[in-house]
């Protein structure tokens, strides 16, 4: 009896299994970008998108830096996303998204400097 509580416990964790993306800190930092993106799915394919966040140059945010990255998964599946450029150090970022095949592509972004 107990190994099927444990089973059922485990099966529900995978079918809830979702992707998030969390690089540096966000603790008392400045949110320097935030967009939510959303593409329709394509029939039996995987959905990849790119997003390309730059902070811009001005007197107030000379010689910031991006500190922290978040993407969450809006749809609770087995999305992905991956940083291809820049990142943390840098002033730019550029960002991978991969959809589950089949699925709709929701991610909600936050970039910290």
Known sequence: MKLLIVSLLIAATVIVECSHTFMGTSVQRKMAFHKTVKY??????KRIEYLNVSIPHNRLQDGRYITGILAYDLTKSGASTNVTAGGLGYTFVNLRMKSDRGKELRYDIYVYI
Do not use: P
């Open 40 to 45: 329709s799915a394509y029939l039996f394919q």
